[in-house]
């Protein structure tokens, strides 16, 4: 009786880990991506008319996501003193800079200028602009996430 126990078991056991790794093939996401898979660039005039270079760390670039997940891109933003995002309309999508550190400037859709620092979150919904100055003298970083219904 206990070596047929062992046996379901491991068939069992052997049945869910080729089911697990099945659906790793069929194009399922993972839940969480480490820092070391990050597609790293750095990137000039971001937004279109950004000034300077951005460093930019995609945990999820957009170019991987598929027409029916919400989240498009999830990428880490880090603006050297000086160093902008120009400001830019999202028609879209919604686009969110969480900042984490350093501080500057949010630019909103009616050209006005909003300090911000770490903690603060801002947000671009459909149709709205934004742009985003660092105007501190250390590296202002933002965890930027572009999303769309």
Wanted: overall charge neutral; some cysteine; charged content about 25%.
């Amino acid at each position: 009786m206990r070596t047929v126990r062992t046996l379901l078991t491991a068939a069992m056991v052997a049945a869910c880990s080729l089911a697990f790794v099945g659906s790793a093939f069929a194009g399922e996401f993972p839940q969480v991506y480490e820092k070391k898979d990050y597609i790293v660039k750095d990137r000039e005039k971001l937004g279109g008319t950004g000034l300077g270079t951005v460093h930019c760390e995609y945990a999820f670039p957009r170019d991987k996501a598929l027409p029916d997940q919400a989240v498009k891109e999830i990428a880490w933003l880090t603006l050297p003193p000086g160093a902008t995002i120009g400001v830019h309309k999202h028609e879209k999508n919604e686009d969110a800079y969480i900042v984490v550190s350093g501080s500057g400037v949010f630019v909103g859709s009616d050209g006005k200028e909003i300090p911000v620092k770490a903690g603060d979150v801002t947000i671009a919904r459909k149709g709205e602009s934004h742009g985003m100055k660092n105007t501190g003298k250390v590296p202002l970083v933002i965890l930027d996430v572009i999303a769309q219904q």
